[in-house]
């Protein structure tokens, strides 16, 4: 085999290689979505943290909010400061980097409910 030769052919599989990790990565699945239902043991609004005591009687869970966390209750869309402390929970939520962070919390009670910044949550509100 010729130097020319020899040339042409790292170039191909260099160049194959790079294909192949290119579309391996393209490949990779989005963290897995869990859920989880129970009642609010503790809320830290400076911190951005909910813990929850499930309904099963597993351990308790501290979720870590981020600002594209949603808080609603039957459909409508509420703010952080609308959780309050045993209101019962249904947390959708995803494990990134060593945090579980909740994609959606959805308070679980009939009782209408009001923030501590003046009533975020409207009958037929979208989303802020």
Request: charged share 20%.
């Amino acid at each position: 085999m010729s130097k020319s030769q020899k040339t042409k052919l790292t170039k191909v599989l260099l160049g194959t290689a790079l294909v192949f990790a290119s579309l391996s990565s393209s490949w990779a699945l989005p963290p897995r979505q869990h859920a989880v239902r129970g009642a609010i043991e503790s809320i830290d609004p400076s911190a951005h943290t909910l813990t929850v005591t499930p309904t099963n009687g597993k351990q308790t869970l501290v979720f870590v909010w981020k600002a594209s966390t949603r808080f609603k209750q039957r459909g409508s869309w509420l703010c952080s400061e609308a959780l309050e402390m045993g209101a019962p929970v249904t947390v959708h939520y995803r494990r990134e980097i060593g945090q579980l962070v909740p994609r959606e919390v959805s308070l679980r009670g009939d009782a209408p409910t009001r923030c501590a910044t003046g009533g975020c949550r409207a009958k037929d509100s979208k989303k802020p």
